[in-house]
């Protein structure tokens, strides 16, 4: 009889890819649809499933090939049944159970163990409580040594603000600043004070144009305290512009945007600056450009995509007006004639009766050219009051 190797035409060194895909050859060449229900193929097709199940199996592969090397082999197509295992039986009458001798409890050991157990953790308990007694002890004793102490540093400020020391006043009174306890609101109240005085002399020195003395109050509260009053720090930098500071002044301009007052005006001022006392003419363009970026903003945020239609004069800030100047100027200073029109059409629009417009128009006319246009904007210039050595019209 044929072996299973022969039925699927294969050899016994095949691996068993080749086992199986000569098992799936097989199954559909002998398979019973394909065949119509060929009995014989039927037959066939068991044998091929049977012989799959053996040889895809190492185990029952190689007691397969055992049998074919040494006994007749035969050819079933179901599997035998299982022997029964054989059932073993323990004799538990030979061999006896072990006695295990009955524990006695010692109560009394039992006892001494537990009151050590209940002392050790008493007295664990006990050192933990005085351990905290004691800090707290000692935190309380440093609290009111501290409050002590700034006591005496808050009085030796109040009799050093008597005395006109009012920068030492200031610099005791800022030790104090890491925390105000609820009891110790008067001193906070006395520090406030303080601060108000200081602003309010700044703020009237600088009303009276005394800027140099303004700006011993107002550098002295930017050094003690947060200073970020967006009035106070205005004030300061053109107390610093008006008295020929004009880096000191561009610094507390800097802070001003840093804190987030992105206004044109402080574009506005830091461009002047540039331009008139740094003698930096590019610089000062950029600032002006971010100026003109926000005064758009401002513009279309409150008034609308028409704001070119319904706005004048007095519905502007006077920095606008600069701003638009300046930047004009500015345009002329390096020969841009037709951007210097251009910046100075809005102004000319919004404040016709500015004759600084019509003579910036005359000189950009002129440069371009434009002897008849340079000559109109002239007279007009002197019909708004314009001073002025010059003369476009001849």
């Excluded at 009889?1 to 098992?23: C, H, R, T, V």
């Excluded at 009394?108 to 050790?120: D, G, I, Q, S």
Aim: aromatic share 14%; glycine share 4%; with cysteine.
């Amino acid at each position: 009889m044929d072996s299973f190797y022969d039925l699927l035409g294969i050899s016994k060194e095949a691996s068993g890819k080749q086992i199986k895909a000569a098992y799936k050859r097989k199954a559909i060449q002998y398979h019973p649809d394909k065949n119509n229900g060929d009995p014989e193929m039927e037959e066939l097709f068991k044998k091929v499933n049977a012989a799959y199940q053996i040889l895809s199996d190492p185990y029952a592969k190689s007691t397969y090939d055992m049998r074919l090397e040494y006994g007749s082999v035969t050819f079933r197509t179901d599997k035998p049944p299982r022997a029964n295992p054989p059932t073993y039986h323990y004799d538990y009458a030979k061999r006896p159970y072990r006695v295990y001798p009955k524990q006695e409890i010692d109560w009394k050991e039992n006892w001494k163990a537990t009151l050590y157990a209940f002392a050790f953790t008493f007295v664990i308990a006990l050192l933990v409580v005085i351990t905290i007694g004691l800090r707290d002890a000692y935190n309380e004793k440093q609290f009111f040594e501290n409050l002590e102490n700034r006591k005496s540093i808050f009085y030796d400020a109040t009799e050093l603000k008597a005395e006109g020391q009012l920068e030492a006043a200031l610099s005791k009174l800022s030790t104090l600043n890491d925390f105000i306890l609820p009891y110790e609101k008067p001193m906070q109240d006395y520090q406030n004070s303080v601060f108000l005085s200081l602003t309010e002399k700044g703020n009237t020195l600088f009303n009276n144009a005394d800027y140099s003395e303004a700006l011993i109050y107002f550098d002295l509260l930017e050094k003690h305290t947060n200073l970020s009053e967006i009035e106070l720090l205005t004030r300061q930098a053109r107390a610093y512009r008006l008295t020929n500071q004009p880096e000191k002044a561009l610094k507390v301009l800097t802070k001003i945007l840093l804190i987030g007052h992105k206004t044109s005006a402080v574009y506005v001022e830091m461009a002047e600056i540039q331009n008139e006392m740094m003698n930096d003419p590019m610089t000062a363009l950029e600032l002006y450009e971010s100026a003109n970026d926000y005064a758009k903003k401002y513009y279309e945020i409150f008034y609308g995509k028409a704001y070119a239609i319904v706005l004048d004069g007095r519905d502007l800030p006077k920095s606008h007006y600069r701003l638009y100047l300046g930047l004009a100027k500015l345009y002329l200073t390096i020969d841009r004639p037709d951007k210097a029109l251009s910046a100075s059409k809005w102004n000319t629009r919004v404040w016709p009766d500015s004759s600084e417009n019509y003579l910036i128009n005359a000189r950009a006319y002129r440069l371009l050219g434009k002897s008849t246009l340079a000559c109109e904007n002239y007279n007009l210039a002197l019909a708004k009051g314009a001073i002025t050595t010059d003369d476009f019209c001849n």
